[in-house]
């Protein structure tokens, strides 16, 4: 999860200096609102945090003997 931490963090300041360019485009929206900007970057950490866990859990499972044995 730290790369994605990094990259979400990242991502949030290199769209708020895009934002100054394209705040002609925008329609309704300022162009740092942080309720979008929470959103985007909630839904994109949650969505990460899953692909993170579920192979995780499924790993956790195997015996690490057995694990051990088969490579």
Request: glycine residues 10%; charged residues 15%.
């Amino acid at each position: 999860m730290a790369p994605v931490g990094l990259g979400a963090a990242l991502g949030l300041a290199g769209s708020l200096l895009a934002s100054r360019g394209l705040r002609a485009l925008l329609y309704g929206v300022s162009p740092a609102d942080p309720i979008s900007l929470a959103g985007a970057s909630l839904t994109l950490l949650s969505v990460a945090a899953l692909a993170c866990y579920l192979p995780a859990r499924r790993a956790s499972r195997v015996d690490p003997l057995v694990a051990l044995r088969e490579s």
